[in-house]
């Protein structure tokens, strides 16, 4: 193996595969691809040819990621979810956007 090589455990590709998750084998994530809904949660909205470590889990282990179109989903192993990307129709299990803040990375 290439020294520096990312070592993976996991790997969530979206629907049209234009985009990955991936948990490393230390079980942290990293991301790359289209990312103009923040489902990368890599601080920005631009897309990354190269994965980027997934600073919105605050560098919290994961137990499993799953990822859609324009949204992604992270389980911590300490029972935490994470979720990132589009809430367009209630996409990240959340009613209504009117009053919540949402940080942006």
Do not use: Y
């Not at 290439?2 to 490393?24: P, R, S, T, W």
């Not at 079980?27 to 601080?43: D, P, Q, T």
């Not at 600073?55 to 300490?78: E, F, I, M, R, W």
């Amino acid at each position: 193996m290439m020294k520096g090589a990312l070592q993976f455990a996991q790997c969530a590709v979206e629907g049209e595969m234009d985009a990955a998750q991936i948990k490393a084998k230390k079980a942290f994530v990293w991301a790359f691809g289209k990312n103009g809904e923040g489902e990368l949660s890599i601080g920005s909205t631009k897309d990354s040819l190269l994965p980027r470590f997934a600073v919105g889990l605050k560098g919290q282990p994961a137990k499993c990621v799953a990822s859609s179109n324009t949204h992604t989903a992270v389980v911590t192993q300490d029972g935490g979810l994470f979720v990132c990307g589009s809430a367009l129709h209630g996409k990240l299990g959340i009613e209504s956007l009117k009053n919540l803040k949402i940080q942006k990375f």
